[in-house]
């Protein structure tokens, strides 16, 4: 079992910034693909990015391409989301996710973070 923790949330106003933490309970983490999701009111969680167990791979959904980054310190047993240029569309529930392979899919994750909000104003 893997538990994890989002942290980092809160409100900023838009072309502003936030990096959100998810620290992992157990020492295995280095095994796992990590993932960001998203949900915002009234609509399905949705991908936002995903790194490989390696830090190797990458992947980011469209709309925050260029704009969100997505990494992992092993020492730390944690992933991180640089999120820069937020506009009220990035409006959301973000969720961390662990899994066996990075993908843009939620059923390929096996363990979830319970959630952090991220309100942007315009």
């Known amino acids: 079992q893997v538990q994890l923790v989002e942290s980092g949330g809160g409100s900023v106003q838009a072309g502003g910034s936030l990096r959100l933490s998810c620290a992992a309970s157990r020492r295995t983490f280095s095994r796992y693909a990590m993932g960001w999701f998203r949900q915002a009111p009234g609509k399905e969680r949705e991908f936002v990015a995903a790194i490989s167990a390696s830090a190797l791979t990458t992947t980011y959904a469209d709309p925050v391409k260029g704009r969100f980054t997505i990494s992992r310190d092993g020492a730390e047993s944690t992933v991180y989301l640089q999120m820069n240029s937020l506009n009220s569309e990035d409006t959301a529930v973000y969720y961390c996710?662990?899994?066996?392979?990075?993908?843009?899919?939620?059923?390929?994750?096996?363990?979830w973070g319970q959630g952090t909000q991220v309100t942007v104003s315009s």
């Open positions: 996710a662990a899994g066996s392979a990075p993908s843009l899919r939620r059923n390929a994750y096996d363990y």
